[in-house]
Nanobody
Framework: QVKLVESGGGSVQAGGSLRLSCATS????????MGWFRQAPGKEREGVAV????????MYADSVKGRFTISRDNPKNTLYLQMNTLAPEDTGVYYC????????????????WGQGTQVTVAS
């Protein structure tokens, strides 16, 4: 049974930092790309960052480049998102998801999703 469980969300002031984690189980973690996505109130879900199975290749949304860092620990089956210099527009529910073995920026290619963790950034 594939499981993805996010943690690390919370409320911070603008300019602050948070580190999200996604603990996974039930599949060969190191075989798949992984991604972080977010959904703000009243908006569609958007991609934040994607990482290749071995962690060497990453892709970011323009809005988070230079501020967010996606990483993974394959022996621990865990995905991370370090978020720095947070802004109110980063507020939303953050989801981790399992992608295909290749690294793609295509939501339809992500087949398993966590339940999400709330991030709220106050101005």
């Amino acid at each position: 049974q594939v499981k993805l469980v996010e943690s690390g969300g919370g409320s911070v002031q603008a300019g602050g930092s948070l580190r999200l984690s996604c603990a996974t189980s039930g599949f060969l973690y190191g075989y798949y790309s992984m991604g972080w996505f977010r959904q703000a109130p009243g908006k569609e879900r958007e991609g934040v960052a994607v990482i290749s199975p071995n962690g060497r290749d990453t892709m970011y949304a323009d809005s988070v480049k230079g501020r967010f860092t996606i990483s993974r620990d394959n022996p621990k089956n865990t995905l991370y998102l370090q978020m720095n210099t947070l802004a109110p527009e980063d507020t939303g529910v953050y989801y981790c998801a399992r992608g295909p073995p290749s690294t793609v920026w295509n939501f339809n290619a992500f087949d398993y999703w966590g339940q999400g963790t709330q991030v709220t950034v106050a101005s």
